[in-house]
């Protein structure tokens, strides 16, 4: 995997990410290609799901950042 691959993935959002590791995934069971290209494949499934987690953090602190605003406002 290149830098270049991996700030294309950096600039991801989370639906494009999870649908492409979806893509990833369905291409690694299916089998059929050789260990190196394999392996690539893998390598971007790795990054597609960490960016995956990354947005799914942002989007849990900022859950938690209003549940903590609205609390704070009703005491």
Known sequence: ????DL???????YERARDELVNVVKMLEQGGM???DSLALW??????A????????GARTRV???LSRRDAADE
């Not at 390598?43 to 597609?48: N, Y």
């Not at 960490?50 to 953090?57: S, V």
């Open 34 to 36: 050789d260990l190196d």
């Open 1 to 4: 995997m290149t830098d270049d």
């Open 50 to 57: 960490t960016r995956c987690e990354e947005h799914l953090a």
């Open 43 to 48: 390598e971007r499934g790795e990054a597609l």
């Open 7 to 13: 700030a294309e993935i950096a600039t991801f959002g």
């Open 64 to 66: 938690e950042n209003a």
